[in-house]
């Protein structure tokens, strides 16, 4: 069947006129889609009955099922959801803090091809991309869930997959994420994370998108990022950090870069005064990050973070030390993975 938000507001507008249905509809039902998303076609209220059972038997209305939802003590939802072939995701909603405000982290892909050596999401292997549907569907599910108790006012692609090699689906979903049609959530408030795709970065630069960027640098010599990230081999730090110089003097914004620290890997002063090197002049913002507990791969978290917090400040860089939230359910960076693939 169907899924309700694969079809764009002219193809609905088009199906309501197949079924003499005057176009006014189309905004109605867009409204009940994307803006005040509800568990089912019924409760649509000002759509007639007729109309709701018709949609009911001619499309569905999310793309992905809720399977296991669980709550972090800091008050992080994590939802493991099936999708259409029995394949499932996590997602993550992370509250602001004011009671109201949410950050979602969505997944783009099942498992994800880049392998990096800390991530679960790389452990489990590559299953497929995820649809326009079952991204958007994510945000939208989580927005039905706490109904007029909190809404999602920011979106990381930082769950599972890597962004940039899903990229179509990426950008078409992260636009209804921002269309005043669809769920209106701010492009600067829409970042999107890739481990460094290098043609993805100068796709989204030459396209002139309004959303953030952020690059998953983790170390500024290829030696260690090819053994942190092994996708690194096939572009090199010095390609990649040109691609970012181009973004950020292309489009004139600033550029995120994250920094997950091992210890004795790349959290020495030695490795410090080459980040600062490397990362001088250019407008960025390094997040550093102490890495989550996945599985058994032998990196150690760093026992210096705020030393190379403070030495990167000492050196001009702006930098700040990521809390990690909900990691005592595994909702935390790099600990989302598919349930078949819990161990
Ligand atoms: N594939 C994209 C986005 C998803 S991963 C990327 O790699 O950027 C989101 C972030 O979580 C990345 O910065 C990634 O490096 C980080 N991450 C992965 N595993 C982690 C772990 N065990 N602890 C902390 N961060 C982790
Ligand atoms: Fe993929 Fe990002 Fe995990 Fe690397 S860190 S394996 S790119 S999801």
Redesign the pocket.
């Known amino acids: 069947m169907t899924n309700i938000s694969d079809y764009s507001p002219e193809q609905l507008t088009e199906y309501f006129k197949s079924k003499k249905i005057p176009s006014f509809r189309t905004k109605q039902l867009l409204e009940w889609v994307y803006r005040k998303p509800v568990f089912k076609f019924d409760e649509m209220t000002d759509l007639p009955k007729t109309l709701r059972d018709d949609l009911a038997a001619d499309f569905s209305l999310y793309s992905v099922r809720e399977l296991i939802r669980k709550v972090s003590i800091d008050g992080t939802n994590k939802a493991l959801f099936e999708l259409g072939d029995g394949e499932s995701v996590e997602t993550a909603l992370i509250p602001s803090g004011d009671g109201f405000n949410y950050t979602i982290?969505v997944s783009?892909q099942v498992g994800?091809p880049?392998g990096?050596a800390?991530?679960?999401?790389?452990h489990q292997g590559f299953q497929r991309n995820l649809s326009v549907s079952e991204i958007v569907d994510q945000v939208r599910y989580f927005n039905a869930l706490l109904g007029s108790n909190g809404r999602i006012s920011n979106v990381?692609?930082?769950?599972?997959?890597?962004?940039f090699s899903n990229y179509d689906n990426v950008i078409r979903a992260a636009n209804i994420m921002n269309a005043d049609w669809g769920i209106n959530i701010a492009a600067r408030s829409i970042t999107i994370?890739?481990?460094?795709v290098i043609s993805g970065i100068r796709n989204f630069m030459r396209e002139g998108h309004q959303f953030g960027l952020?690059?998953?640098l983790?170390a500024p010599s290829d030696q260690i990022r090819n053994r942190l990230?092994p996708y690194n081999k096939s572009t090199g730090v010095d390609k990649l950090l040109k691609a970012c110089r181009d973004y950020v003097s292309i489009t004139n914004r600033r550029i995120t870069f994250?920094y997950?620290l091992f210890k004795g890997i790349n959290d020495t002063r030695e490795v410090a005064d080459e980040l600062i090197d490397k990362l001088k002049g250019l407008n960025c913002h390094v997040?550093l990050?102490?890495?989550?507990?996945?599985f058994d791969h032998g990196l150690q978290p760093s026992e210096s973070v705020l030393d190379f917090e403070n030495y990167l400040k000492d050196n001009h860089i702006n930098v700040t030390l990521r809390k990690?939230m909900g990691s005592d359910i595994d909702a935390?960076?790099?600990?989302l993975k598919s349930n078949s693939y819990r161990t």
């Open positions: 982290c783009c994800c880049m990096c800390f991530c679960s999401t790389g990381v692609f930082m769950g599972m997959g890597e962004p994370s890739t481990v460094g952020a690059v998953s983790h990230l994250e997950c997040n990050i102490a890495p989550n507990a996945t990690s935390a960076c790099g600990q």
